[in-house]
């Protein structure tokens, strides 16, 4: 028996709408506005929450001087393609690309994504 169900992803950032915008866009996923934290929410109850933090702090990915607590994988069928959406939506390529079946990419409040194939 599940002690829960459908569990959210809450994400820490200075601007909740810019967040939730650019993953909606990149997962084609319906934004919920608010006030202190926006969401987004796709297929089977999955959702992903963006709260407004004052003094906000980016993970600084590889090292764990601010360490990045976790992360968001993509699958995409095209890394290329992929790579020009998001960088149009407003990731950062990070410099640091540990693997060659997927990219490791910045969000516009830089929490660190990667887009996988493979």
């Known amino acids: 028996m599940a002690i829960a169900r459908n569990p959210v992803v809450m994400l820490d950032c200075p601007d909740p709408q810019v967040l939730a915008e650019f993953y909606a866009a990149l997962l084609g996923w319906e934004v919920h506005p608010g006030e202190e934290w926006w969401s987004i929410s796709g297929d089977h109850g999955a959702s ?7 003094g906000y702090t980016p993970p600084r990915w590889p090292g764990q001087d601010a360490p990045q607590q976790m992360h968001i994988d993509v699958d995409v069928d095209d890394l ?9 939506l ?3 390529k990070h410099e640091h690309q540990p ?19 493979g």
Not at 48 to 54: G, L, S, Y
Request: aromatic fraction near 10%; charge should be negative.
């Open 48 to 54: 992903i929450c963006f709260q407004k933090v004052a």
């Open 80 to 88: 290329d393609v992929a790579e020009a959406a998001v960088i149009d």
């Open 90 to 92: 407003g990731a950062t």
């Open 99 to 117: 693997g060659t079946t997927f990219r490791v990419f910045l969000d516009p409040a830089g929490h660190p994504f990667c887009l996988c194939h």
